[in-house]
């Protein structure tokens, strides 16, 4: 099959390289948009990451242009208009489940740094100081835990602070029978804010979770209390987390995705000006931990993407093949 692969990151390319025998990847730099979208020409299927543009306008260009199947490398959808999709008959071909202990542990890696201070830490010994005043710590053991979704990674990330010796609260549209059973209790969202310590998101984008943490939520958070982000940006209003922080409401907020990162999250800006005055407040901030999108970024992960979605495509190119065969045999 040929396949277009927008936003390659030059990592992926030794993860997909063992499918080229199979497949003939063209490899794109580019952010999939409505105006890059003919450079699909040519190819049956495009292989799109989570900061590509797949509304409506992009997937009927690329149906024009001959394309049939979008693979996505990401686990949310929410870049992608379903609707449309299914409007154009195309296919989507994702790997929903892949390595969740990825983006839960880097949640935790979040969290650790933060309430440990390890960047500041290890920039002072780099630099020379040695002292320790201002790096007072907090303890996980015992402490409140809500988790926001309890799918796969929700539910990775509950086991590990349950390792913790943390007591977890969770909010999710369908509870999962199973984690009851672990001494997980359910709650509403209202209940969920107001007795956390920490909380961390791992629910999909979708309308009904747009800003989720907003001023009113932040509002009824424990004073102090602690936000992880590793889901995606417009989960939490960032203009009211920045407030939230400076009102010392919000105790520190640890991210590894923001609202508007699409211009700028797997680029090198750091000869470049960065025209975002919200994104230079979040990274400047001395209660925010910001990581550039890379909870997925692990060997295992990358394993599983790559494997899964080359496997999918080659039993869709195979299926339609053997269409096409009865086809004409009838
Ligand atoms: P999943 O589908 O297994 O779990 C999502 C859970 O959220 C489900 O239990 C669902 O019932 C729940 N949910 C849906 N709507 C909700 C709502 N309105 N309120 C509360 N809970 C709700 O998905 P998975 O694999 O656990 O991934 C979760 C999210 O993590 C993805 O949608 C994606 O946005 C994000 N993600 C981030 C990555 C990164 O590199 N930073 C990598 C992979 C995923």
Redesign the pocket.
């Known amino acids: 099959m040929r396949i277009a692969f927008f936003s390659t990151l030059p990592f992926e390319q030794t993860s997909f390289e063992p499918y080229r025998s199979h497949h003939h990847i063209t490899y794109i730099t580019e952010t999939l948009t409505p105006e890059t979208a003919q450079r699909a020409e040519g190819h049956t299927a495009v292989c799109a990451f989570?900061n590509d543009d797949l509304s409506r306008p992009t997937l009927t260009r690329l149906k024009e242009l001959g394309v049939g199947v979008i693979g996505m490398r990401?686990?949310?959808?929410?870049n992608l208009d379903q609707l449309a999709l299914r409007d154009l008959g195309m296919t989507l071909l994702h790997i929903?489940?892949y390595s969740?202990s990825?983006?839960a542990e880097?949640s935790v890696a979040l969290l650790m740094s933060l309430v440990r201070h390890v960047p500041e830490a290890s920039q002072r010994v780099r630099a020379g100081n040695f002292t320790i005043d201002g790096l007072m710590g907090t303890d996980l053991h015992g402490k409140t835990v809500g988790v926001?979704?309890?799918?796969?990674?929700?539910r990775a990330f509950v086991r590990i602070m349950q390792g913790f010796g943390c007591h977890v609260l969770a909010?999710?549209?369908?509870p999962?029978r199973k984690l009851l059973d672990t001494g997980v209790r359910y709650t509403s969202?209202t209940e969920l804010l107001r007795q956390s310590d920490i909380m961390s998101l791992?629910?999909?984008?979708?309308p009904?979770?747009d800003y989720?943490i907003n001023a009113q939520a932040l509002a009824l958070m424990k004073p102090g209390a602690l936000l992880i982000n590793?889901?995606?940006g417009r989960l939490v209003d960032t203009r009211a987390v920045l407030n939230a922080l400076d009102s010392g409401q919000l105790g520190g907020y640890a991210a590894?995705?923001y609202e508007r990162e699409r211009a700028y999250f797997h680029y090198d800006f750091s000869d470049s000006p960065i025209t975002d005055p919200l994104l230079n407040q979040l990274r400047t901030h001395p209660n925010v931990l910001l990581t550039a999108?890379?909870?997925?970024?692990t060997k295992e992960a990358m394993q599983q993407i790559s494997r899964g979605l080359m496997n999918q495509l080659s039993f869709y190119e195979n299926q339609q093949t053997a269409l096409v065969t009865k086809a004409s045999m009838c």
């Open positions: 989570v990401g686990t949310g959808l929410d929903p489940g969740p990825s983006v880097m926001v979704g309890t799918g796969h990674i929700g909010y999710d549209i369908r999962n969202l791992h629910c999909p984008l979708n009904l979770t989720l590793t889901g995606r590894d995705v999108h890379q909870s997925f970024l």
